[in-house]
């Protein structure tokens, strides 16, 4: 076994020499760790998988101490493809060719840093086994569009190439019947209308998008008003000509009418909560969720050209909260 301060390709333990003192903690274990970079031990440090003499260490720019043993617990790798999971789908269609399901809400489409597995891609593998294989790249097979992980909602998957071709063809070209139900705050003017901005990453926040000035991709969002609760919140129909990044979320933000319960663009309390009255105001400002539906989904069924349309009513929590507001019977 090599000595604690020799470099290694493992973990550790890795003892800091004088010469280490003062040195950065990641430019340190990155000096021990040649075949990692210093962004991903970073990144390993701040979720808490470095220890200094036993006892864990989450600040990169921590000063090494000569003397002290570092170590660094690797996590386990990931598979390259993702591996099938029997998770429960709502499946509204399925043929040779395709699937169409109602995603619920908190459902991540696939893979991604921090959702390893658990995804709808891990449960269509298991779904549908051998034959959604290689369809549209390893990773991603069978996704042809995708719903933020707190959207709820109708989605198509292929199964063939030729579906995926064609179906993605079609998103593409917007050449498909694609209404989404959004809860916003406020009472948007005019009652029916569109609303067009380039979407880009929001220059003071990157994990968020905003409209911008420049940079961005062009973006337009019809809308139309199906029920209003006096000036406090409104129940609209969306559809989008565009298909951008939180385009409907950040649309209707740019507006002063963020979506009820969003929280990555609604980060105070609305002022148009005051325009509504007890309980329907707490049920409002307390749903924990972006309060948006892919209600339908319409399209030509990429073998045979026939048209197909699939809606899916809003899932229970939803549905519970606008029958609070008086939008629809309560769920049973």
Known sequence: MAPPDAPS?????????????????????A??????????????????????????????????????IYTVALPPAIPAAPQGQALDLTVLYEDSDLIVIDKPAGLVVHPAPGNPDGTLVNALIA??????????????????????K????????????????????????????????????????????????????DPRDRKRMAVVARGGKPALTYYRTLRRFGLGATLLACRLATGRTHQIRVHLASRGHPLVGDPVYLRR???????????????????????????????AHPRSGAKLRFEAAPPADLATLLSHLGAITPPT
């Open 269 to 299: 309390r609305p002022a148009a909560a005051s325009q509504m009255q007890q309980p329907q105001r707490d049920f409002l400002l307390d749903f924990p969720r972006q309060a948006l539906h892919a209600a339908t989904l319409g399209f």
């Open 150 to 201: 707190d959207t709820s909602g109708v989605m198509v998957a292929a199964k063939t190439e030729l579906a995926l071709n064609a179906l993605s063809a079609a998103f593409a070209a917007r050449d498909l019947d694609r209404e989404y139900l959004a809860l916003c705050w406020g009472a948007p003017q005019p009652a029916e209308g569109e609303i067009e901005g380039p979407i880009g990453r």
């Open 31 to 68: 000096s021990r760790l040649s075949e990692m970079s210093r962004s991903r031990l970073k990144a390993l440090i701040e979720a808490g998988t470095v220890t200094c003499d036993g006892a864990v260490i989450r600040l990169p720019s921590a000063a090494v101490r000569p003397g002290a």
């Open 9 to 29: 390709y493992g973990s550790g333990p890795f003892r800091a020499t004088e010469a280490d003192g003062g040195e950065r903690l990641d430019r340190f274990l």
């Open 127 to 148: 779904h549908c086994g051998d034959s959604l294989a290689g369809i549209g790249g390893e990773r991603r097979p069978g996704i042809v569009h995708r719903l933020d």
